[in-house]
């Protein structure tokens, strides 16, 4: 899965981000949020591991990175290029961190833990506030 991801995350996060300035995104949120929570917890995960070196925060930074700079300009508010991507890894970061500790506890005999605690809430408020906020721009496709 790691080397998969290495070979395409550039272009999941991308079709991720964009997924979301689509048409009818808000339907997409908890979809999305709950595919950057996994990458993120990915990254933790490898970060353990000989994979550090080629799937790490780096990694999902720049592949959040390049699919910003790859928006058209008129997707962003100014000044907001800089500070979307910081933002995003950290709730991304907490995110992750409730879900691995979610696995870890012994009574998570569930998958159901995507978006519990209080990162994965933040991520996916982050998301959906990224939605509306740009919910009256032209489709990117």
């Known amino acids: 899965m790691i080397q998969v991801l290495c070979r395409s995350g550039d272009g999941l996060v991308s079709n991720v981000v964009y997924a979301l300035l689509g048409v009818s995104a808000m339907s997409r949120v908890h979809k999305s949020a709950t595919i950057l929570q996994q990458l ?42 800089e500070t979307l991507v910081p933002l995003w890894l950290n709730a991304l970061a907490s995110a992750a961190s409730d879900y691995l500790a979610s696995k870890t506890c012994a009574d998570a005999s569930t998958d159901h833990a995507y978006m519990q605690g209080k990162g994965g809430r933040t991520l996916k408020r982050i998301i959906r506030d990224f939605v509306e906020t740009h919910r009256n721009f032209p489709n990117p496709t």
Request: glycine letters at 10%.
């Open 40 to 81: 993120g917890a990915i990254c933790s995960l490898a970060e353990r591991t000989s994979w550090a070196a080629v799937m790490s925060w780096n990694s999902l930074g720049g592949w959040l990175q390049s699919t910003v700079r790859a928006l058209p300009a008129e997707y962003l508010r100014q000044g907001e290029a």
